[in-house]
């Protein structure tokens, strides 16, 4: 019996191992426009929200956020987008629920055309009922807009679960008012998700997912 009629899954972290490539990018971005590269720890928080954000709260203004957007893009095609691959467990887990009925989406807040490309590439695509990335504009942007849009597509009316690695993926859940799965194999830590889900459930590898989904 399923838990829930609908889960949704973040992309970097939860369904994909994808830090190298895009920290890759990320230092090209730093490197063309001649600014300082940030330490370790403030470079590992670009993995999960939208890239200008990030480029903002490292003193870029608007516009050199945009500038380092449109560099960042170009080297993720070219370079970046292949450092990809999918976390081991996750085709059977995606196959378990698909076989139980349990509607399947990507809610990412990486660009559309991105998210779209890497699901194919990575072959997942047969799994998943719709995908939704950021569009690039004001009104589909945050982790919570994605979600919105997904379940506006997948329904609004059914039990659904967000699955994520990082305190964007649950602060979206807690916005959302959706349950909540953290993924402690991704980049983000279990105390930041805590934060917006103190009794969350966490599982430590894709196979673990399956059993909080769908009853025995």
Do not use: W
Not at 109 to 114: A, D, E, G, I, R
Not at 147 to 171: H, I
Not at 179 to 192: A, K, Q, V
């Amino acid at each position: 019996m399923k838990k829930y009629d609908i889960a949704l899954f973040d992309l970097d972290g939860t369904l994909s191992e994808s830090g190298e490539g895009i920290l890759d990018c990320v230092r090209i971005v730093f490197e063309e426009m001649k600014r300082p590269l940030p330490d370790e720890k403030t470079l590992a928080s670009f993995i999960g929200p939208p890239l200008t954000d990030s480029l903002k709260r490292c003193g870029f203004s608007e516009k050199d956020a945009e500038k380092g957007l449109q560099i960042y893009k170009k080297n993720f095609v070219e370079k970046g987008i292949y450092k990809n691959k999918v976390y081991e467990g996750m085709y059977e887990t995606l196959q378990a629920l698909k076989e139980n009925g349990v509607l399947l989406g990507v809610a990412t807040t990486k660009y559309q055309p991105f998210a779209d490309r890497i699901i194919k590439m990575l072959k997942l695509d047969s799994y998943f009922d719709f995908v939704g990335g950021s569009s690039g504009t004001p009104e589909r942007h945050t982790k919570i807009q994605v979600m919105e849009y997904v379940l506006d597509n997948l329904g609004r009316d059914k039990k659904a679960v967000m699955l994520g690695d990082t305190k964007f993926d649950a602060e979206g859940a807690f916005m959302a008012k959706v349950d909540f799965i953290g993924c402690l194999y991704g980049y983000g830590t279990r105390e930041e998700m805590e934060k917006y889900f103190p009794e969350g459930i966490f599982v430590t590898k894709p196979s673990e997912i399956v059993h909080i989904i769908i009853s025995d």
